[in-house]
């Protein structure tokens, strides 16, 4: 090839070369600014399409937002889980009346004083005027109460009860009285059953007291209250001891998604799509132990759990059931860490508020029971006996200044429980001097133009502490009266 030909090749296929690095170049820095702009229209797009709680901005929606605020302790192990179970040890008498009995679940006998008994069954109020009450938009009556209460059957003349143990087979409510009604306190509002106790999570252990004159209901106490639950959702065992064995696997599953729904299975109706709520136990089954075939289909990919079910003498049987690999679990309690309570957290935004466990929803004490359950803890009913379990740090604020109390809220870690009477919240962070919490809210108050506006939230909501206010014209903030870290 002539030399000036061998150069203008040279000097052309060098600019090629220039050219593609500079359109590489170019190519970068153009696929930065579309990864921008689609992360502007995105947020953009969340702001045209959510609300937020006071002082919210789009970002707190993520996880992640709160994980970098919490940087430099969000993996560290908080408690272990062996603290935890000695926690729960310490606090195991959950069970108490008014006059101040004490008791833990796992105590009660095969027989119980009477007096015990007719003390936890008298919790229900039968309303003075009747016609403030409503069953189907009608206004209830004398007569209607009067039959409710003579079907709880509270004559017991017996100074000693015979108490029967078992589980319950699926989520269902507890009710102060016997009956299914939804009794609201306006014809037109299905939020709030004044009748509802709270919830029974599906393989809950449960003592029987009692049962109904009807013979549809029992009278059971779970880990903290008692209430009367339809008798075909309880599973009774045989014995005390077999209850006992029951309660303790070795190995288990712990449900860490929003909920698990077990699959269809035309094989096995008992279970088939049954809801499972966020920190319900599975106990796990060996290979060594398990069936080889579950009705035509292998257990490939999936772990293998023993579940109870009422068989049609109403005791406890088994059910084999296979939960994917892929499912929302955990093989045994998560570790303690911010960034797993975060995790859990974040999993109920948006979720209804369903008061005492309606609706397959939760109440700010629910959500604080079911996500704590994930990590080993077993807490109270009440929001006031959550925040006074003993064994962690716990901080009296009901005297405190706003000032002191953000000075407080500067050094505690994200998870710390924050309580005001009547409502338990779960701390998230600081921004910009504005404190942030995460809780499963009825309602709350807003100031707008020196106005007072009550905002109806019946969700699982973040806000912030300084720009929602209660009943009493101050902000959430200034209300906090009790502090409980998980330390």
Known sequence: MHKLCRWALFLGLSACIIGLAGCGENKTIREEAEVELQSNVAESRIDKFVSFGPDVQSAMLEKQYWSELNFEEEKEIIISTEQILRINEKNREMLTTDSGIKMALQDID?????????????????????????????????????????????????????????????????????????????????????????????????????????????????????????????????????????????????????????????????????????????????????????????????????????????????????????????????????????????????????????????????????????FGFHFPRSAKAQVHMSGMTYKDVSNKSEKEKMKILSDVPAGTLLYFPGHIMVYLGTVNEIPYVISAVGSWITLECEETEVVRVNLVAINSMTGTFRRNGYSWLANITDILVCE
């Open 110 to 374: 095969e027989l119980i004083d009477t007096s015990f008994v007719k003390e936890m069954m008298a919790v229900y109020e039968v309303p003075e005027d009747p016609s403030t009450r409503f069953v189907n938009g009608k206004e209830t009556t004398a007569q209607y109460w009067d039959e409710l209460v003579k079907n709880s059957n509270e004559n017991i003349s017996a100074d000693m009860v015979p108490v029967r143990f078992g589980f319950c087979v699926e989520r269902t409510m507890v009710k102060a009285l016997p009956t299914n009604d939804f009794i609201g306190e306006a014809a037109d509002d299905f939020h709030y059953d004044v009748n509802v106790r709270a919830e029974c999570p599906a393989y809950a252990p449960v003592a029987v007291f009692h049962e109904s004159l009807d013979g549809d209901w029992y009278y059971v106490v779970c880990d903290s209250y008692g209430g009367w639950v339809c008798k075909e959702k309880i599973a009774l065992c045989e014995s005390r001891d077999e209850w006992i064995l029951r309660q303790n696997p070795t190995d288990f599953l712990v449900v860490t998604g929003r909920e698990l729904r077990l699959v269809s299975d035309p094989y096995n109706e008992e279970s088939s799509e049954l809801l499972l709520s966020m920190g319900t136990i599975l106990p796990l089954v060996s290979l060594e132990y398990a069936p080889d075939d579950f009705n035509g289909r292998k257990s490939y990919g999936c772990y293998i759990v023993r579940v109870p079910i009422r068989d049609d003498k109403g005791m406890i049987a088994d059910n084999y059931v296979l939960i994917p690999t892929s499912e929302d679990v955990s093989l045994g309690y998560l570790q303690y860490t911010v960034e797993n309570v975060l995790d859990l957290l974040f999993k109920r935004v948006g979720d209804r508020y369903g008061w005492a466990g309606m609706y397959y929803a939760n109440d700010c004490s629910g959500m604080v029971r079911e996500v704590f359950a994930c």
